[in-house]
Nanobody
Framework: QVQLVESGGGLVQPGGSLRLSCAASRSIFSINAMGWYRQAPGKERAFVARIIGSNTYYADSVKGRFTVSRDNAQNAVYLQMNSLKPEDTAVYYC?????????WGQGTQVTVSS
């Protein structure tokens, strides 16, 4: 069973930056997509960003501020978050879609507050 381990969350002031990392416990073959969702208190889990091959896609709310990237050799996906806003506060979950299977990370808390 593949496990995704996330790191990099924390508390940051508005306008600050954080970099989330997500690494798989073992090699994953036939990856179709990797990316991130987030869930704010009282809200449903929402799409943030994904990378398919070399193509990237973003939610409108993070476009221009967040950058998703991947390291195929490490089976890892990253999320660089700049110009953070209080409304970015949420638990962030990474995912990997491979051969029809969806794998999720355990979630990492990001809190943007002064």
């Amino acid at each position: 069973q593949v496990q995704l381990v996330e790191s990099g969350g924390g508390l940051v002031q508005p306008g600050g930056s954080l970099r989330l990392s997500c690494a798989a416990s073992r090699s994953i073959f036939s990856i179709n997509a990797m990316g991130w969702y987030r869930q704010a208190p009282g809200k449903e889990r929402a799409f943030v960003a994904r990378i398919i091959g070399s193509n990237t896609y973003y939610a409108d709310s993070v476009k221009g501020r967040f950058t998703v990237s991947r390291d195929n050799a490490q089976n890892a996906v990253y999320l660089q978050m700049n110009s953070l806003k209080p409304e970015d506060t949420a638990v962030y979950y990474c995912y990997v879609l491979a051969s029809g299977n969806m794998y999720w990370g355990q979630g990492t808390q990001v809190t943007v507050s002064s």
